[in-house]
């Protein structure tokens, strides 16, 4: 019994000594956020601003014309300006892209890569830096026709849905920096 | 000399396989045997104790030394056990509950279920993690016997159940800590992987079992410690007139002993004073009193139940008759039926192979999958599934069952070969007197021949006065009945299988059979008719010549017990043959056999050729039983595949016999066979199940199924059908305790 208790606490001590801190997604996001924010991630035509801490405001929006372009005629039926303030539990971890990334509600997302220095690497689904992801059905309902929109791929994303990998379709912007 | 040692720390057949080998490898050990059901040791040689003892040590096991009050010790450590093994599980289900809750959650959402967002593996995974490792850590703690045991008997090359516990678990724990240190390191994706439930569960679920086997197994022995339970702790002795309770170790041989009504008689002894009836049925199974008065025998346990007696007491501690009984119950208890060597082997060899398929089986699906995780999730199903105590149990389980479910019934069955060659029995030889008949023949008739009937009675009495032979006993009764008075014979000589001779008032006198006739060179013929009529009516007529000269014939017939026709039958609607064995003329022995039904019968047979007649059956081909209650029967009881002896019998003839029956009551032959073929229909069952749960539940877990499209077994699903493969034969073997006559 005693052997076992001090196993288990060499086991514990050993996390310690290791230096990690237990949130160790929450604080990796963070560092990989940063990153991707020291070189520059925004493109024309979607943008996402954060002070890259938790409790900072972050602000969505991306430009709404080309969906108009492809059919949309309410524009009031969609949100292009998201404001959030991040905290730690909007913060996720995507295990198929391995990206992190921030829920921004309603179904959309903005992810970035875990590492960008070797994304791109272990395979295509990680082979983008920062991905602005957008719920394809308020679009669609307001008669966007989803494969003609400019500049967005609609494509099927692998989420994971009540504990199974499912893949639903999504709005994808992906940009790389490098 | 036979030592039995009882033996502690073994988890399964494979524990008790070893200890077996390290016995019968000990210099002075001539053979050693082991059982794992009743934890006991049989070892027969010269080895000391301490030798003993120091093997079974050395083999990585203790030596649970007996002391007066074993039985008491006995009971309190296993109960002892059964709450330790209960409080063990209480503790790992409250830590495995919520361990399996938080790793399955998470993958069933759908069904959302409450779940501490500070735990969402995505988000916190190390968090998460290190919330599975904590409460692993008190599981681990409570079935740390699993590994102590375990990698002990590992390391001494002889792995056994606790073996691949430990390894299974120690797997699944060592690489969900590697997955840990990963996630620790950026890899979150291995939170996926973490195992720590499916070692909390397997601890769980196998203490469940061990908990439920350890309950199982006190009941199986239940009726051994009712038969224990029934001696009295105290004794009420006279000395100098005054009656005092004392404690019943203290009493010594020779003590009066006073028993009230609704007391328990404390020891064996012979009754010298008061009438009495006693309930004997704890001892014999029979439920009817039986009247007792002076010199009569009684025996320790039994109660007396109208009047108060005083008695001496003859057999005290360990020789009174139930003390006998319980020996010898135990002993059969913790015999081996031949059946059983076969799951015996197999036990032995069956931890090592199940480790190398394990292996092998991982290694496979690595080389075909390239899936690690895949691959230790088959090497810890295979460990896990594999349960060598079903196999350990299978046997002796059902004959501690059955054995004891015997001695409820007043039936001991001496050991566990006996129990099954009992039920392959093809004939059974009964002997007459005494056996199929009451054993107290009365004179019937006088034939006379120029001599007073009263006179020839009175002589032939006098000199059968001496004999120990029932027909003598029984004409010496009927000259007393008679008030005749008898004379102290000479020269007696008593002619085993013919009769005796002595000299009575100068006279030459000389009583006996045909057979005794013919050597003395008797004529016979006046009297030829007389003696086949007598002899039809299953009469034994006796030839008494005085002086050379046959002066007539005293017949003696011995009544049929009422039970003993009933019997034949049961046993005839059972396919199996009876024959009866007597020295009677073939004439008197025909006449008792169409009474009670008897297939075959060997008449005017000597004591000393009894044993040959069964010889002769058994160069038949057949399975031989041999019924009997006398000295001389002991050869044949011997000889007999099964020797049984009937309890109003000599202690040599029970001596001989495998299975006693402690009434006189035929009808326990039948029953005997049917608890036998019970007991070995249950045996078959229980191995036929725990060699089919090994034979098909090892492919499973290996991913036989899976290779072809079938399901896969996940390592949790196989502790729990591990932990119920022993529940079941265990559950199996109490059924023969609803065994009914």
Redesign the interface.
């Known amino acids: 019994m005693k052997k076992i208790m001090v196993l288990a606490a060499a086991v514990l001590f050993a996390f310690s000594l290791a230096g990690c801190s237990l949130d160790v997604v929450g604080n990796d996001a963070l560092r990989a956020y940063n990153e991707i924010a020291q070189s520059g991630y925004n493109t024309d035509k979607a943008n996402f601003e954060w002070n890259g801490e938790l409790g900072g405001a972050a602000n969505f929006t991306f430009d709404i014309e080309p969906f108009t372009a492809a059919g949309l005629n309410d524009v009031n039926a969609v949100n292009a300006d998201i404001n959030l303030v991040v905290e730690r539990e909007n913060i996720g971890y995507h295990t198929a892209m391995d990206h992190y990334n921030i829920d921004l509600g309603d179904g959309n997302l903005f992810e970035w890569a875990k590492d960008v220095q070797t994304n791109g690497t272990t395979g295509e689904n990680q082979d983008k830096d920062v991905v602005f992801v957008l719920n394809p059905e308020p679009f669609i309902a307001a008669g966007v026709d989803p494969n003609n929109v400019d500049g967005w791929a609609y494509a099927q994303v692998s989420v994971d849905i009540n504990g199974t990998p499912t893949d639903i379709w999504k709005f994808l912007r992906p940009f790389d920096i490098r | 000399m036979q030592q039995t040692i009882k033996i502690g720390g073994m988890s399964c057949a494979a524990c008790a396989a070893r200890v077996e080998r390290a016995l019968n490898k000990l210099d002075g050990v001539e053979k050693a045997s082991v059982n794992f059901a009743t934890e006991k040791g049989s070892v027969t040689g010269d080895a000391s104790f301490d030798e003993i003892k120091r093997a079974i040590e050395q083999a990585g096991y203790s030596v649970i030394e007996q002391t007066k009050n074993a039985v008491d010790e006995d009971r309190i450590r296993k109960e002892k056990e059964i709450r330790v093994l209960w409080i063990k599980f209480i503790v790992s289900a409250i830590f495995a509950i919520p361990l399996l809750y938080i790793a399955m959650v ?5 069904v959302r279920l409450p779940f501490p ?1 500070g735990l ?1 593996p ?6 998460y993690a ?1 919330a599975e ?1 904590l409460l692993i ?1 008190p599981v ?2 409570v079935g ?1 016997k699993f ?1 102590t045991v375990g990698f002990k008997a590992l390391l001494l090359k002889s792995p056994n159940m606790d073996s691949l516990i430990a390894i299974g678990t120690t797997a699944a724990v060592a690489y969900s ?1 590697y997955n ?1 240190w990963q ?2 390191n ?1 890899a ?2 291995q939170v ?1 992987h973490l195992y720590f439930e499916t070692a909390g569960v397997i601890i769980t679920l196998i203490l469940l079992g061990k908990s439920l086997e350890a309950v199982s197994k006190g009941r199986t022995s239940e009726a051994i410690k009712k038969l224990m339970g029934l001696a009295p702790k105290t004794a009420i002795v006279l000395t100098d007139g005054v009656e005092k309770e004392i404690k019943i170790e203290d009493v010594k041989v020779g003590d009066i002993i006073v028993v009230k009504p609704g007391g328990k008689i404390p020891v064996d002894g012979t009754v010298i004073s008061g009438k009495t009836s006693i309930d004997e049925s704890m001892l014999t199974g029979e439920s009817m009193p039986v009247g007792k008065k002076e010199g009569d025998s009684v025996f320790a346990a039994t109660i007396n139940t109208t009047g108060a007696i005083q008695f001496r007491a003859d057999k005290i501690g360990a020789d009174t008759a139930l003390a006998q009984i319980i020996k010898l119950v135990e002993d059969a208890q913790g015999s081996k039926a031949p059946i059983a060597q076969m799951a015996d082997i197999v036990s032995g060899y069956f931890v090592p192979i199940v480790c190398g398929i394990a292996v092998l089986a991982g290694i496979a699906w690595f080389i075909g999958t390239r899936d690690f995780e895949f691959s230790i999730t088959i090497f810890i199903a295979v460990l896990v599934i594999a349960c060598p105590c079903a196999l350990g149990l299978a046997t002796p389980t059902a004959i501690m069952v059955g054995t004891g479910k015997g001695a409820e019934n007043g039936i001991l069955i001496k050991g566990g070969e006996a129990l099954e060659t009992t039920h392959k029995i093809d004939v059974i030889v009964f002997d007459k007197t005494g056996t199929i008949t009451e054993g107290k023949p009365t004179v019937t008739d006088i034939i006379v021949n120029d001599i007073d009937k009263d006179e020839l009675l009175a002589l032939v009495s006098s000199a059968e006065k001496q004999s120990e032979h029932p027909l003598g006993q029984a004409i010496v009764s009927g000259a007393v009945d008679k008030g005749l008075s008898l004379i102290d014979a000479e020269n007696f000589q008593s002619l085993t299988g013919r009769g005796v001779q002595a000299q009575v008032d100068g006279k030459n006198v000389i009583v006996g059979n045909k057979k005794m006739m013919k050597e003395q060179n008797i004529e016979l013929v006046d009297f030829e008719s007389t003696v086949l009529t007598l002899a039809k009516e299953g009469k034994t007529p006796m030839y008494a010549v005085i002086d050379g000269t046959l002066a007539g014939i005293v017949a003696v017939a011995d009544v049929m017990k009422p039970s003993s026709p009933d019997a034949i039958k049961k046993l005839h609607d059972m396919g199996v043959e009876t024959a009866m064995i007597t020295g009677d003329n073939l004439d008197t022995a025909n006449a008792i056999a169409k009474q009670a039904g008897i297939d075959r019968v060997l008449a005017e047979v000597l004591p000393q050729d009894k044993a040959n007649e069964v010889k002769k059956l058994q160069a038949e081909g057949k399975k031989v039983a041999m019924v009997g209650d006398g000295i001389n029967d002991a050869p044949a009881l011997a000889q007999a595949d099964v020797g049984i002896a009937i309890g109003s019998g000599t202690d040599v003839a029970m001596e001989s016999a495998d299975i006693v029956l402690m009434k006189s009551d035929l009808t326990d032959v039948p029953t005997a066979i049917n608890l036998s073929r019970a007991t070995i229909r249950n045996i078959k069952q229980n191995l036929f199940w725990a060699f089919g749960y090994n034979v098909i539940g090892i492919p499973i877990a290996a991913g036989v199924l899976y290779l072809f499209g079938g399901p896969l077994l996940n390592p949790i699903f196989a502790a729990a059908a591990m932990s119920l493969s022993s529940v079941s034969v265990l559950t199996n073997a109490l059924r023969l305790k609803r065994f009914k006559k």
Request: charged share 10%; proline share 4%.
């Open positions: 998470p993958m069933i959402k759908w967002a969402d995505m988000q916190y995974s190390l968090i290190l490792l850590i681990i703690a740390y590994y800590i840990m996630i620790a950026g979150f994706a996926d």
